[in-house]
């Protein structure tokens, strides 16, 4: 029978198969799968079932970014025929909505894990030496546990820059994003990465003014440039500045506001805000596991290391998630949970990290999985790239949604080695590509698969049509 107990003992059980410290998208996942096989299992939450992406991340961000989108809506509908007042926004009741959804979706969570007999401890965990865990409540109170296996999922924390300024006023994580009472007038995001586009795009909808400063020569580096720069060109036509090959040194207080300072490509600028966003990386969480380290548990700085079983180099303790930092997205951790429960029970499941999808939930939204065509032309000098644009797509110009396009890259077999979306729906539209590549398929099944018109998917088979030249709603020059 499943408990749900304080680390004071409300659950007199202390002896288990598997315990999970850490009930984020990858401990709760492993838990869950542990019990699947038969494990009895046990999940240590300090703070709150579902983590950073249930709580204060993921989710309550895509709740705000859904209001933002639909807010934003209202500014196109007269195109459409539709006349109406301009709608006024309450960001108070936005952030109540938010809240509710992310209730809803962390009841679900707990409820699940009761139902699949999983035991909750609230408290933080400590691993000392393999075997053992020690439970901390929030009064002080210990209880010590057993387990053959243990799995480490701590998660991630943001990285606070060391720059002056930075425990200011106004100057605020993702978290405290998630929480304001009031849209900001204007908002100097530092950082260009997943986090701040998507934070910039929210409240740029909401109509703050947006200054993003990254000092890299591209937003979200590591993404097909084609595809980010649809991103920069709506940020920008949408009144947003951006600032690239410009680092961030210092945050100070004026009576304008706070003034972000940085040096760009031509000397030393300064931004003035209401608000300064900070989003920089995170950075893995080894929290409770001193003991293990000293123990000899091998790290690399902060992040545990693994293998691909996610064993660490101690037996019976592996590691899943932001913990051991391979990609830092929540889809990775819930899978990586799922192998490592699998190998506490004696199964022999490795994790594949060639096929992630990487979303970027942004106006317009992103989505990539496999290689960028530079790093796949690295690979292979004759891979073929196909491009097919939304514009050409019915569906799309249906829904007045036609920015962006699609990327894909075949090997030299027809092979998909990777593909890049910009547009409409982009992160659900990439899983077909990540399906072909994880189940080896060419670019003869997509285009043999009847794909039903009129969807955004159409333009999927387009962009390999097009990557064989044989594209038949753009005009390709033979
Ligand atoms: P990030 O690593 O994606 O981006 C941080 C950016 O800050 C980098 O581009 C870096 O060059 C820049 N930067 C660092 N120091 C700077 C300075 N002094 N001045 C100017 N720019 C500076 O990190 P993030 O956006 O904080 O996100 C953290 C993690 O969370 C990421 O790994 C991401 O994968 C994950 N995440 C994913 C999603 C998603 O999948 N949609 C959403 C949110 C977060």
């Known amino acids: 029978m499943a408990t749900s107990a304080g680390a004071s003992g409300a659950s007199s059980k202390t002896e288990f198969d598997v315990i999970v410290i850490g009930a984020g998208p990858g401990g709760y996942v492993a838990a869950i799968r542990a019990a699947q096989l038969g494990a009895s299992a046990a999940v240590i939450e300090k703070q ?9 991340g993921c989710i309550p961000s895509k709740a705000l970014l859904h209001i933002a989108e639909e807010y934003s809506k209202f500014k196109d509908l007269d195109t459409l025929g539709i006349v109406a007042e301009p709608p006024k926004f309450d960001m108070v009741k936005a952030v109540a909505y938010k809240t509710k959804v992310v209730k809803q979706l962390t009841g679900g969570v707990a409820a699940l894990l009761k139902a699949n007999g999983v035991t909750t401890f609230n408290g933080a965990g400590r691993v000392d030496e393999p075997g053992k865990v020690i439970v901390t409540a929030q009064n002080g109170a210990e209880t010590t546990l057993r387990a053959k296996n243990i799995i480490l999922a701590q998660g991630s924390v943001p990285i606070r820059p060391p720059f002056p300024g930075i425990d200011g006023k106004n100057v605020i994580f993702s978290t405290e ?10 908002l100097i995001c530092i950082g260009g990465g997943v986090i701040a586009v998507e934070f910039a795009c929210l409240f740029n909808a909401l109509g703050s003014k947006v200054t993003i400063v990254e000092m890299l020569p591209s937003m979200i580096a590591y993404e097909e440039p084609e595809i980010v720069k649809y991103l920069e060109k709506s940020l920008k036509k949408r009144g947003a500045q951006i600032h690239l090959n410009t680092k961030v040194e210092a945050i100070a207080d004026t009576p304008e506001g706070k003034v972000v300072t940085a040096t760009g490509p031509n000397g030393p600028m300064s931004f003035t805000g209401e608000y300064v966003l900070v989003a920089v990386g995170r950075t893995a969480n080894p929290e409770g596991i001193q003991g293990l380290i000293q123990h000899g548990l091998q790290m690399d700085r902060n992040k545990v290391v693994v293998d691909d079983h996610m064993r660490t180099n101690i037996p019976g303790i592996y590691a899943i998630g ?60 004759q891979a073929k790239v196909g491009t097919f644009p939304w514009a050409a797509n019915g569906k799309a110009l249906a829904s007045n949604d036609t920015e962006g396009m699609i990327k894909v890259i075949l090997g030299r077999y027809g092979e998909i080695l990777g593909a890049s979306i910009a547009g409409p729906d982009a992160p659900n539209l990439i899983a077909e590509f990540a399906l072909a590549m994880k189940g080896e398929l060419t670019a003869t099944e997509i285009i043999n698969t009847v794909h039903a018109h009129p969807t955004f998917s159409e333009a999927l088979r387009e962009a390999v049509l097009a990557a064989e030249q044989r594209a038949v709603h753009i005009y390709q020059r033979k």
């Not at 709150?48 to 204060?56: A, D, F, P």
């Not at 051991?324 to 199964?347: D, F, R, V, Y």
């Not at 022999?348 to 990539?368: G, H, K, N, Q």
Request: contains cysteine.
């Open 322 to 381: 932001d913990l051991s930092g391979k990609t830092q997205l929540a889809h990775t951790a819930m899978t990586e949970g799922e192998i490592a429960a699998e190998n506490c029970m004696g199964h022999d499941a490795v994790m594949d990290y060639t096929v992630i999808p990487r979303p970027v939930f942004t106006f317009p939204e992103l989505a990539s999985v496999g290689l960028t065509e530079a790093q796949a032309k690295e690979k292979d000098p």
């Open 177 to 186: 994003a998630l929480e304001l009472t009031k849209v900001p007038d204007s």
């Open 48 to 56: 709150y079932i579902g983590g950073t992406c249930l709580n204060v």
